[in-house]
């Protein structure tokens, strides 16, 4: 763990998902420039200055090669690791539970994004202990339509269109307090974001990298290898002058 400054942060990073597309193993177990997806977002928190705790969630199907996985690389950070459930909701919410309550700030992290740097943990984190909440987040680029079956049916203006990432920031009390008060009435939420917009409160927007992609589609892990490979390729070249 990183010790640059004072850890003040806990990560919840959620690893739980099926991903049938990346066969029984697990998505977060895909091999990307020979190791898993989620050793690589475990190097960057453990590498993270404000983080001084990590809660892996993990489902029944990738519980116990992830418990070996820790083992075997050894990263301190780790203390905890809790059965998800059933959706992605409650699998964030087992996590914030393991959370212990001396931690000002908890990030969640989705494990299928392998690319994330410490210095944007540290940009999430610090903005949520100053502003309650922050995400990482990039302008979107691409021109938007909205579709009904085939057709176009109008362009979006992007000017103020953002597209969100992880970590997610939050402060840990705040998150907590929204977590009791949450009900069947708030709706589905599709990140943690959500549920701070969803009663009302402000959610601060910190500029990350293009390159902090998500493993979806197969066709993501080949990219995310060769950008891992050539990460790789670079820092051994730095060491090397």
Known sequence: MATSRQAYAAAVIVAAGKGERFGDGGKVLAMAADRPLLAWSLDAFAN???????????????EEPIRELVV????????TIVLG???RHESVARG???VDALHEVVLVHDAARPLIEAAHIDAAADAARDR????????????IKRVEGDAILETVPRSSLWAA?????FRLEAYQALLRDLTDGHGDFTDDASIFEA??????IVPGSRLNLKVTHPEDLDLVDALLRARLHTTLTKGTR
């Open 132 to 143: 309650g909440a922050a995400i990482l987040a990039t302008p979107v680029a691409d021109t």
């Open 48 to 62: 993270a200055a404000s983080i001084r705790d990590i809660v892996i969630v993990a489902g029944e199907h990738t």
């Open 96 to 98: 914030i539970a393991a």
């Open 85 to 87: 459930g059933a959706s």
């Open 72 to 79: 075997a690389e050894g990263w301190p950070g780790v203390s």
């Open 165 to 169: 990432q992880t970590p997610q920031a």
């Open 199 to 204: 009663f009302g409160k402000a959610v601060a």
